[in-house]
C-alpha cells in the first residue's frame, strides 16, 4: 500500500488512535525509561516511526483533544480553558456544536467509528461522543475517573491528594496511602460522571484501563469487512493514582510508594496497547490499519511522579515538556519501520494525513495539519515548520523551524531557545537574538489576528 488517497479498487485503510493521558516524554522504553517495563508501546515504535519531536496543540487534556478532533487549532474556534468538575457541563465546554471532527467525515464515507475510554470534549446531547462522529461510545465524559468504584476501593492501591495532612506525610489506611504532595485535593471525579455504555450508565465495570482495553478489542472484532476508525482514549495515567494488586506486585522493586502505584498504572496501559496490536495482527488488519499513538499533554510530575526528562516543564506549561509527548507513527508497508523522525510531527497531522489515505474528496478536509506520510521517517523533510500555541493567562509560544519563544504568562518576558541546540530550554537567548525574537512573534501575531478571543466557563 502507498501513501496516495485511497481509490474505489483499493481496500480502505483502517485507523486506530490509542491517546494515553499525562504521560511524560520520558517515561517509556522507547524514550530511555528504564525503570517501567514498555514492551509493547516499545514494538509498536519498532514496529514504525518514533517521532522525537511529536507535538501537542495544548498541555491541558480538552483543548489538546479539541485539536485532535477537529484537525484544527482550538483556538480558531475560542477553545482554550480546560473544564474540569461541574464546568463540563457548561455550554462553552467542549466542542462547539458547528465545529465538526474528522471523524464525521470518516462516518460518512462509511466507516464504522468508535470511541473508547475519556472523552472531555462536553456534556450536552449534541456535544457527546455519538453526536460527534461516533457510532459507538463506552467510557466518561469529564476530565478524569476512578478506575474501580467505589469507595472503598477493592483490589486495587490507591494514592489520593490531601491538603489536610502536614506537607511531605503520607498516611496509610490499608492500601490507600493520602499525602499532601501537589497544590490540590484530590478532586471527586466520579461526581455527576458516570461510565457510560451508549447513553447507559453501567454500574459494574472492573479496572478501568482494563476495561477500555476489553471494549476497543471488541471494536475491532466486530468491525468484520467494514473499514473502521477507532480512539482508544485511556485516561491512564492520569490522576487518581490507582493501580491493580497483581501490577502493584509487579513493580515491587519501586520502593517510593507514589512512583509504584504510577508504575503500576503504566504497565497496565503498556498492556492494552498490546492486545490491542495482537487483536489488529490475529485478524490479519495490521498492514492495513495506521495506528497512532500519543500522549495528550506532558506529565504532571508532583502529581503522579512524571518525568518529561530530558525536557523543562510539564503540563500547564508551554515549555517543551508541557507541548512535546512521546508519539508513534506505525502502518508496516506505508511507513518505514524501525525509524526515527526528528521533524516536529503536530497531533493535527493525524486528520490531515488519514482523509487524503481514506477518502477522494479533498473537499472535506479543513485542517491546520501536515499530511506526513509522503516522509515521515524517511530523513527527507526539510521545511521550517511553524507551531502555535495559545493558553489561558496569556501564556503563548511558536516553534518555527528550531527556534522557539515561549512567554510563560501575561506581563513574563519573552524567552528565546534554539532547540536544536538546548533541547531543555536552559538558555534564553532573547538578549543575543532580538531580531530572531521578534521575527516569531510576528509570526505569532499573524497567527493571532485569525483567532476569535477565548471563550469562558463563567
Not at 509493547?40 to 507535538?55: K, P
Request: glycine letters at 8%; proline letters at 8%.
Amino acid at each position: 500500500m502507498s501513501w496516495l488517497p485511497n481509490t474505489s479498487k483499493a481496500s480502505p485503510p483502517n485507523l486506530v488512535v490509542i491517546i494515553a493521558d499525562d504521560l511524560g516524554y520520558g517515561e517509556t522504553g522507547m524514550m530511555g525509561n528504564e525503570d517501567i517495563p514498555t514492551p509493547a508501546i516499545d514494538a509498536l515504535a519498532r514496529s514504525g516511526v518514533r517521532c522525537t519531536s511529536g507535538y501537542v496543540t495544548s498541555s491541558y487534556c480538552s483543548p489538546s483533544r479539541a485539536g485532535f478532533l477537529s484537525g484544527r487549532y482550538q483556538s480558531r474556534f475560542g477553545y482554550d480553558l480546560n473544564p474540569t468538575g461541574k464546568r463540563n457541563h457548561h455550554p462553552n465546554a467542549g466542542l462547539p456544536v458547528d465545529q465538526p471532527t474528522f471523524v464525521q467525515h470518516l462516518q460518512s464515507a462509511g466507516y464504522q467509528t468508535s470511541l473508547i475510554g475519556k472523552w472531555h470534549l462536553g456534556t450536552q446531547p449534541q456535544q457527546v461522543p455519538t453526536a460527534k462522529g461516533f457510532d459507538r461510545f463506552f467510557g466518561f465524559l469529564h476530565e478524569g475517573h476512578y478506575y474501580v468504584p467505589g469507595p472503598p476501593f477493592k483490589n486495587v492501591w490507591t494514592m489520593l491528594r490531601d491538603k489536610s495532612l502536614p506537607s511531605g506525610q503520607l498516611r496509610t489506611d490499608q492500601r490507600t496511602i493520602r499525602g499532601n504532595y501537589a497544590p490540590i485535593n484530590e478532586p471527586a471525579y466520579d461526581a455527576d460522571n458516570p461510565i457510560l455504555d451508549g447513553s447507559e450508565s453501567i454500574d459494574n465495570w472492573q479496572y478501568l484501563t482494563d476495561t477500555i482495553t476489553d471494549h476497543a478489542v471488541d471494536a475491532i472484532v466486530q468491525s468484520g469487512s467494514a473499514p473502521f476508525a477507532l480512539v482508544v482514549s485511556y485516561n491512564a495515567v492520569h490522576s487518581p493514582m490507582q493501580a491493580t494488586l497483581d501490577d502493584h506486585q509487579k513493580m515491587a522493586h519501586i520502593q517510593d510508594p507514589q512512583r509504584r502505584i504510577f508504575a503500576g498504572m503504566l504497565i497496565a496501559l503498556d498492556r492494552g496497547v498490546g492486545q490491542i496490536m495482537n487483536t489488529l495482527t490475529e485478524h490479519h488488519l495490521r498492514e492495513k490499519t495506521l495506528v497512532v499513538f500519543f500522549s495528550d499533554n506532558g506529565g504532571p510530575t508532583a502529581e503522579l511522579t512524571s518525568s518529561n526528562a530530558p525536557l523543562r516543564g510539564g503540563k500547564g506549561s508551554l515549555y517543551e515538556g508541557g507541548v512535546r509527548i512521546p508519539m508513534i507513527w506505525s502502518m508496516p508497508g506505508t511507513i518505514p519501520t524501525a525509524a526515527e523522525e526528528d521533524a516536529p510531527i503536530l497531533s493535527l497531522d493525524i486528520a490531515a494525513s488519514f482523509l487524503p489515505l481514506a477518502i477522494n474528496d479533498a473537499s472535506q478536509r479543513e485542517t491546520d495539519g501536515a499530511n506526513v506520510l509522503p516522509w515521515i521517517g524517511r530523513g527527507t523533510y526539510e521545511s521550517d515548520r511553524t507551531i502555535w500555541w495559545r493558553m489561558p493567562r496569556g501564556a503563548r509560544a511558536l516553534r518555527h523551524g528550531n527556534w522557539k519563544f515561549v512567554q510563560a504568562r501575561m506581563n513574563q518576558p519573552l524567552q528565546l531557545f534554539n532547540l536544536e541546540s538546548d533541547l531543555s530550554e536552559s538558555s534564553d537567548l532573547s538578549a543575543a537574538h532580538p531580531d530572531r525574537l521578534q521575527e516569531l512573534v510576528a509570526i505569532w501575531e499573524s497567527l493571532q489576528s485569525e483567532m476569535p478571543p477565548p471563550k469562558n466557563f463563567d
